[in-house]
Nanobody, 122 residues
Framework: QVQLVESGGGLVQAGGSLRLSCAAS????????AAWYRQAPGKERELVAT???????NYADSVKGRFTVSRDNAKNTVYLQMNSLKPEDTAVYYC????????????????WGQGTQVTVSS
């Protein structure tokens, strides 16, 4: 069973930076489309950023110019670089990706990570 594992969360002061990583728990064939979501206490989960297999990116308006999503296809890892962090960025951040476990797997399947806490203090 494939699992996605996020890492890199933590406590940071406003204006600081963090880099989140999302990788599979075991060797996989490839990751296609991937996205980062976040969920703050008492709020619905929201889409933060997406990246296609070709590297095309999209961002929520609230993070444009501050966050950068990227990927390392050789490592099957997706990243979220977060700069100029604000207290309102405080949330649990989740990775979601379309994964093909083996080269002979006919289709990509959607997997979620367990989430990593990001807390930004003012």
């Amino acid at each position: 069973q494939v699992q996605l594992v996020e890492s890199g969360g933590g406590l940071v002061q406003a204006g600081g930076s963090l880099r989140l990583s999302c990788a599979a728990s075991r060797s996989i064939f490839s990751i296609n489309f991937a996205a980062w979501y976040r969920q703050a206490p008492g709020k619905e989960r929201e889409l933060v950023a997406t990246i296609t297999s070709g590297g095309t990116t999209n961002y929520a308006d609230s993070v444009k110019g501050r966050f950068t999503v990227s990927r390392d296809n050789a490592k099957n890892t997706v990243y979220l670089q977060m700069n100029s962090l604000k207290p309102e960025d405080t949330a649990v951040y989740y990775c979601n990706a379309m994964v093909k476990a083996y080269y002979y797997t006919p289709n990509y399947s959607s997997y979620w990570g367990q989430g990593t806490q990001v807390t930004v203090s003012s």
